[in-house]
C-alpha cells in the first residue's frame, strides 16, 4: 500500500515551493479496535478535521488504520526509508491525521530522520510531555499544538507551537505566521517565527 501520500494541501505547498511534500497519516484519535491513538487530545476531538471529511470515506478509513498497525511492525523503519527514497521526497509531514501515541513510535521516526539526512521531517503533535527534553534530529521540526490535555507545557514564548485563529486578520494581529495554505510556513525550515497560525476551517 501507499505509506506516503499528499493531501490538497500538501499538493499545494509542493506547487508553491517546487519541492516534493508528501504526509504520513495513520488512524485519528482512536483505531477500530479502541486504541488511543493521540493520547493528549482534548478538545479538540470535538472537531478533528481529520474524523470527518474525505478521512472518514469507507475506502480511506481503512488505509489509516493499516498504516497505523504497520507502524508497530519490525520493519516499519525498513519500509518507511524504501518508500521515501521512491518518492524521492523533500519534506516530509508526519501525521496529517493520528499522532505520537508512544516513546518507542517516536524513536522509530527518529532512526528514521538520521536515517535520512538529506530529508526534512515535521510534525504537529499534542503529546507534547513524549518530546519535552528528548535530542530531536536537526532535520526533525516538532510543532506543538494547542487543544491538548497538557497546554500548560507549551512554552509560548520558545516552543514553536500552532493555535487555531477564526480569521487571517485575528491571526496576523497576534503576531502569528500563516500555515493555512503553505504548510511549511509552519517550520523552522522556513520561518524563524515559533508562533504558528492557523484558520479554522
Request: a positive charge; glycine letters at 4%; charged letters at 25%.
Given at each position: ?19 516534493r511534500v508528501f ?18 487530545a482534548d478538545k ?15 475506502n480511506v478509513k ?140
Open positions: 500500500m501507499e505509506l506516503l501520500t499528499q493531501n490538497t494541501k500538501l499538493k499545494s505547498t509542493s506547487k508553491i515551493i517546487g519541492k504526509n504520513f497519516g495513520i488512524t485519528a484519535y482512536k483505531s477500530i479496535t479502541g486504541k488511543i491513538i493521540c493520547p493528549f479538540c476531538v470535538k472537531y478533528c478535521y481529520a474524523q470527518k471529511g474525505a478521512y472518514s470515506w469507507s481503512p488505509a489509516f488504520e493499516k498504516r497505523y498497525e504497520i507502524t508497530k511492525q519490525d520493519n516499519f523503519i525498513e519500509l518507511m526509508n524504501k518508500e521515501i527514497k521512491r518518492k524521492k521526497v523533500d519534506f516530509l509531514r508526519v501525521h496529517d491525521s493520528g499522532d505520537f501515541y508512544s516513546n518507542a513510535y517516536i524513536q522509530k521516526w527518529f532512526k528514521i530522520a538520521n536515517q535520512n539526512p538529506n530529508v526534512n521531517f515535521y510534525a504537529y503533535t499534542k503529546s507534547i510531555p513524549l518530546f519535552k527534553g528528548l535530542a530531536i534530529p536537526k532535520n526533525f521540526d516538532i510543532i506543538f499544538s494547542e487543544g491538548s490535555k497538557v497546554d500548560e507545557l507549551i512554552n509560548v514564548k520558545t516552543d514553536r507551537h500552532a493555535k487555531i485563529f477564526n480569521s487571517v486578520e485575528e491571526l496576523e494581529k497576534a503576531g502569528y505566521i500563516n500555515a493555512s495554505k503553505n504548510d511549511l510556513n509552519a517550520t523552522k525550515f522556513f520561518t524563524n517565527n515559533h508562533k504558528v497560525g492557523l484558520v479554522y476551517h
